[in-house]
């Protein structure tokens, strides 16, 4: 076995001959069926370290690559980053086919997250090699045929960079009936309508390692540096440490060029020669290719025209999601606020066999995750500044959640506040307090089929699908159950999230009683809930009756109910404007578990379940009154004594509310 030592780079790599196996790690995560997880999701822990910004600058990187160019040598191989760590049960495996450089570094800033859910291999192809193109799709395709014999149910993933586009398409065509999901970044299939060709031609007079360092002035992205700094001075760190930080992240770049001083003097003339046949190659087979397509574009990319050669390929690819990053350039992979793990699991694409399950296949939310959810929600939160309170079993209220149980099955039945405003402050606070993911059960209207998304961070959609959201079926309701989970459950539905103006508060329950009855065929602990405050923040603009009556009011709202296909077809809904308010608070409470342990009767007896329904509503309906009550005798329900008092003790200071 051929092995190349780089102790003296971080993070260190092990490298192995084509055709070696790689061990499989151990791993505990119980299972109720086989195939079926339980809540230790595959043996991956809530708000797990995914490792996104433990990399502060690329100093490691160049030093990398200057080590592997000066000692390597040797036809093109696979390595397994070290720093990726163990993966979970039974993961994918996903290869990792590099750009033009070949080196297969440049994913170093994604190995720890990747690597914790995928079984990650990376292509490493020495500067000195001169293997042409189709030998390195057959390359690849030895390990995909290999791995498909052996699990022909799993996806097996190849994640293309620039060059490695090309290379992953061109797999994919070949191998049609093989289950394979691609992630293409800026692939290199637009290099003839590209400015570095052009670049090429006026430079064609110049060295060839005077061409690679204008190249790589090109492609150095003076943004994502700064935009790094600028995060690390949010974080908390000394302006001078982030001026630091940043200087040393320039001067490295800058001596990528000795690195230039040892490689061989026909490298370009090979490379270009490369990346054009690599292009000419995946261009006449792209639309052979049937696999799932997750392609991430530049918007100031200066090498290629990422942004419309996405626009070009999402028109060929039958299968193809494209998430745009307009303000980054070519080395995506390299920079700042890029998650690819969290677009993987957004775009809805990753799995364990042939097709995606929302309960099977989910994986929790990551502890970057919970900080981009926490940034994209501050505003609200700073607005409203929740207050949750839960009830003890000898009833004591108590502020926070230590009332509710701390292991599932749980199913969580409350009330809705207008569009579902108080979900992703509910959501978070049991990931911080409890490291519970609660399971939201929502109408299928809030899970689009997003074909293009950009980068401006993570929407509510987002959001459902990260907190393991999933559509109303009961189907889906029975399996979480089953696997132990938090289920969050609203049987108002959409009726309480777009309710009319003099309907705050209010709850409007379906007479089913089918909740409680799967809550006792799993031994589930209800805890009825309530939430209030959207009175505090904001005012309809109008009622339903004023769009009724307005001309054509009745037909649009008909008609747009019928396009949102609601279940209950005799109820017209709209969206009504509305206006913000000087905010007031949030208040939760969630009430005293109701175990549903040793009740067959609500599994036989109609009339026992009809008694519980009953009981889990009126005690939803206490809450709420409760809540209306008690909100009157906190004297930091409105904003400003709020901010006096984080200004007197910080801002990360928990506000005090009522007496419970």
Known sequence: MATLSLSLVQPQVSLWRQGQRWPHGSFSCQFRHAGRLQASYRGLEAMYDDGYGTVKDLDYYYHALGEIVEHDSGPPRWFCPVDAGSTVQDAPLMLYLPGIDGMGMGLCMHHKALGRIFELRCMHIPFHDRTPFEELVTMVEDVVRAEHSISPNKPIYLLGNSFGGCLALAVAARH????????LVNPATSYERSDIKTLMSVFSQLSDRACIAITALLNYNIDNEVNMALSRMKSGKHPLEALSRLTNSMSSSLKHSNILDKLPEDTLRWKINLIKRAASYANCRVQSVTSEVLLLASGADRLLPSKSEADRLQKKLLKCKVFFFEKHGHSLLLEHGVHVSSIIKCAGLYRHSSGYHRVFDYIPPSTTELKEVDKASSDLTFRTSPAMFSTMEDGKVVRGLAGVPDDGPVLLVGNHMLMGIELISLATEFLREKKAVVRGIAHPLLFPKKA?????GHDFFDFLVLWGGVPMTYKYVYELL???????????????????????HRIFWPDKTEFVRMAAQFNATIVPFGVVGEDDLLNLLCTFDDIRSAPFGKEIMRAYSSHLKLRDANHEVIFPGVFLKIPGRFYYRFGKPIPTKGRQDV????????????????????????LLEKREEDKYRKIFPRLLYKAARGPNTEVPAFDP
């Open 482 to 504: 089953e696997a132990g989970e938090f289920v969050l459950m609203y049987p108002g539905g959409y009726r309480e999230a777009i309710h009319c103006k003099g309907e705050e």
């Open 452 to 456: 293009r998304t950009w980068s401006e």
């Open 603 to 626: 599994l036989t007896d109609r009339q026992a379940a009809a008694h519980l329904y009953t009981h889990v509503k009126s005690e939803v309906e206490g809450i709420i009154s409760y």
């Open 176 to 183: 049609p009936r093989i289950d394979l999901v691609l992630v």
